[in-house]
């Protein structure tokens, strides 16, 4: 057993950590208050290999491995978890699946750019009546030649509003369950693809959240990932990928709050001395701290997992579980160590705290989490 | 070069899997008999002693079998697992008696302690605590005088894990009253030193295998040689030895978590209830992903403490895999007797056993509360 950061990804870290300090930071809370898409972030975080860290650099990519992108999005989500989800869906949810699925025409044309940086992906799976039942979905491809025609509605879609490609999921054969999910590659310019509105919500506001919908969009088959039917497999397999990316950015925005708890909590003076005097706020630190710790050990033994080629499922599912649920307790005892300041919005704490929220929904709700894990457990 | 890696590497395999064979053979029989009798087990540590688990942090120069840290705390955990008596038993001869020697001793303490230590002859112990003086160490009462080439020890000592079978005590005393936690002097005291006297045995609510009892030192007297370390660094040397053995206690924990996720796991299989095992009802489900994860937490910030072990944050790496570790093991006990229902209650069932002994685990080598003191003056430092 080993832990440590390798040179590459040591540099990395102080490279993404540079980054984010200099260019994401100052305007995290002005885009957490209009919700502007941060277009820019990402068009420089591409420039600098984050748009896909760990596809190989033939198709784009940075050529790192797993841990150093756990490493990228813990430090973009220390100062802005919006700007976290949109690299990590990129990475996790659009570049993965084209690496491991896609034809080699599809690496060219599509994995090429969103890896570099040069476009940006989204991931089109969960429906108004499909979230946690996936294979619940409505949306249809119907074949026509070498064509697809594509109809439906998909919701919550994480930078939908300014991602020129999609990962789009729907059914060939909607008697067939699961077993008729189909992934496709779609161009956001294509005739029949419409985006929603700016979705309000509570936290991440800036990540470009809306809903989308497909009118008789016409895809060419060329476009399908895998085959008919291997769309459920693709989206189940890509989302163990994309847990371990949320679990970066939980840590990430849990390490940013402690940060910023610590530090206030040896500025402010109430009854006389620092309140990090007082026993009740060093022992929230200290829980703080080591459930920070336990969650990016979890994080990058998931990381790791992948790396190996190693069945991950079970580790990934607890990584998000645990990070996700951490990051809640440890932005609510920062604000707490706020006090009323914290509450404010002159402080980043309350931020924080909206936007761990969504991590414990997003890309598999706690609960499913759970129930992928028991079935491990209990089958193992 | 990928220098993450969250396998044992090899010979850490290999002795995980030879510990947990020794445990399930030679330590599981008669677990549940040597709780209720109080049997302290020790052919069971003559065998250990064998097998080179008792020497595991000491140089081969003195006959110890010199494994990392990380092997270390796979061993405590594997044998934790079946019985955490003889994981607490084990963990206090090394970690709070053969480690504190080797680290800090001379050429001369070593070779009189170390070889019947490691080989399981006898057993080593602590005695820090007193009837006044837990968490707050340094104010303690016993008091060494110097006199001729002697020194004279009274006073007494709590809680000491392996008291009347260990053959030396690490007696911590005041040298000198004036100087607070600087007088303090670390003392090798040889059972069958003059004025030592063995009270009688704690009756704790778990653990009953293994043995606590308190010490009297009465006009105890202890050659100068066996000053461990030199005069006035006993509190240095304690504080070192417990952020190592937090480890060891850390380990415990896990091996007792895994068990409680083991036992849930297999009951909730075969309980059936409204027409289904239980492990299909959600409810069940949950609270064993929830154990499961923690478990995993637990173990990866014991392992990592462990490989972090004499590093800056060496100290506050292992007080946050204690507070951790214990804490979780706790919660998975409780969660693993509730999926028990009734017959957890039972002593017929191992998780009641687990449930009492799991309790101690936020208690010694520093309570939650003290691991949290240490981790927050880390923090703090900056």
């Known amino acids: 057993m080993q832990v440590q950061l390798n040179e590459e990804q040591v540099l990395l870290k102080e490279m ?8 994401v930071a100052p305007r995290a809370r002005e885009i957490d208050e209009t919700g502007e898409f941060p277009r820019e972030f990402f068009d420089q975080a591409g420039q600098l290999g984050l748009g896909g ?31 976290g989800v949109i690299l990590s869906v990129n990475n996790s949810l659009v570049c993965d699946p084209l690496l491991k699925f896609g034809t080699e025409d599809q690496k060219k044309r599509f994995l090429t750019p969103l890896a570099a940086g040069q476009k940006l992906g989204c991931f089109a799976l969960t429906e108004p009546g499909a979230g946690s039942d996936a ?31 999609a990962i789009v999921f729907a059914s060939v054969d909607l008697d067939a369950k699961h077993k008729g999910i189909t ?46 039917g291997d769309g459920f497999k693709i989206a189940m397999s890509t989302l ?80 998000k579980l645990f990070t996700s649920e951490m990051a809640q307790r440890v932005t609510n005892k920062a604000l707490q160590i706020h006090g009323g300041y914290g509450y404010t919005r002159e402080y980043n704490v309350e931020r924080y705290f909206r936007d761990a929220r969504i991590t414990e929904i997003y890309e598999g709700t706690s609960e499913i989490q759970k129930l992928v894990i028991a079935a491990a457990v209990l089958d193992g | 070069m990928a220098v993450i890696n969250f396998e044992l590497d090899e010979d850490q395999e290999l002795l995980r899997g030879e510990v947990r064979r020794f445990a399930e053979e030679r330590i599981a029989p008669g677990v549940a008999e040597r709780e209720r009798t109080h049997d302290f087990p020790a052919g069971i540590l003559r065998e250990m002693g064998e097998m080179g688990l008792l020497g595991m942090l000491v140089g081969e120069d003195y006959g110890g079998t010199a494994f990392d840290t990380v092997s270390y705390v796979v061993a405590v955990e594997e044998i934790a697992r079946i019985c955490p008596s003889v994981a607490v038993t084990m963990s206090v001869s090394n970690s709070v008696c053969a480690w504190p020697v080797y680290r800090f001793g001379g050429d001369d303490l070593r070779g009189r302690v170390l070889p019947p230590l490691v080989s399981g002859e006898t057993l080593g112990a602590f005695g820090l605590t007193e009837p006044g003086s837990g968490s707050d160490a340094g104010a303690l009462r016993t008091s060494a005088r110097r006199d001729g080439d002697d020194w004279v020890l009274n006073g007494e000592k709590a809680w000491i894990t392996n008291a009347g079978f260990a053959g030396f005590y690490l007696v911590m005393a005041k040298t000198d009253p004036e100087a607070g936690s600087r ?42 040689d066996n000053i461990l370390g030199v005069e006035g660094q006993g509190f240095k040397i304690a504080l070192a030895t417990l952020d190592h053995s937090r480890l060891g206690i850390a380990a415990q ?56 072990e004499g590093e800056s944050d060496g100290g506050r790496l292992a007080a946050q895999a204690k507070l951790y570790a214990s804490e979780a093991a706790n919660r998975a006990c409780y969660a693993a007797l509730q999926i028990h229902g009734g017959n957890g209650f039972s002593e017929e069932y191992e998780i009641s056993r687990l ?16 691991q949290r003191l240490v981790t927050a003056r880390h923090l703090l430092r900056g």
């Open chain 2, 253 to 308: 924990a896990v091996g007792i978590h895994q068990r409680a996720v083991e036992l849930a796991v297999a009951y909730a299989k075969e309980r059936v209830q409204f027409g289904v095992p239980i492990a299909q009802h959600q409810a069940i489900k949950f609270q064993i992903a929830q154990m499961a994860t923690e478990l995993e937490a637990a173990r990866v910030l014991t392992r990592y403490a462990a490989l972090r």
């Open chain 1, 53 to 83: 860290v760990a596809v190989p650099e033939e198709y784009g990519g940075a050529g790192m491995d797993t841990i150093s992108y756990c490493v990228a999005i813990e430090e973009i989500s220390r100062v802005c978890a919006s700007s």
């Open chain 1, 16 to 23: 993404v950590r540079r980054f984010a300090e200099e260019v």
């Open chain 2, 355 to 370: 449930y009492r002994d799991v309790r101690v685990t936020t208690l010694y080598e520093g309570t939650s509360e003290m």
């Open chain 2, 183 to 224: 007088g303090i002097t670390a003392f090798v005291v040889p059972a069958d030193a003059p004025g030592l006297a063995v009270g009688q045995p704690e009756a704790k609510m778990g653990l009953k295998a293994s043995r606590t009892a308190p010490l009297m030192l009465n006009n105890c007297r202890v050659a100068n």
């Open chain 1, 135 to 165: 294979a619940a979905l409505r949306c249809t491809a119907k074949r026509d030649g070498d064509d697809y025609i594509i109809n439906g509605n998909k919701v919550f879609i994480t930078s939908a509003t300014h991602a020129e490609l």
């Open chain 1, 240 to 319: 163990d990928g994309g847990r371990v990316g949320i679990s970066a950015q939980a840590v990430g925005i849990a390490q940013g709050a402690f940060e910023e708890a610590l530090a206030y909590s040896q500025e402010r003076e109430q009854f006389g001395r620092s309140i990090s005097d007082f026993q009740a706020i060093q022992f929230y630190l200290a829980d703080m701290s080591t459930e920070i710790d336990a969650g990016r050990l979890l994080t990058w033994r998931a990381a790791w997992a992948k790396e190996n080629k190693k069945r991950y499922s079970l580790e990934a599912a607890q990584a």
């Open chain 1, 183 to 228: 992934a496709f590659v779609v161009e956001a310019d294509c005739d029949g693809y419409k985006t929603g509105s700016h979705e309000y919500k509570l936290g991440v506001n800036a990540s470009g959240t809306t809903e989308l919908s497909f009118e008789d969009m016409r895809v060419p088959a060329d476009q399908r990932i895998g085959e008919e």
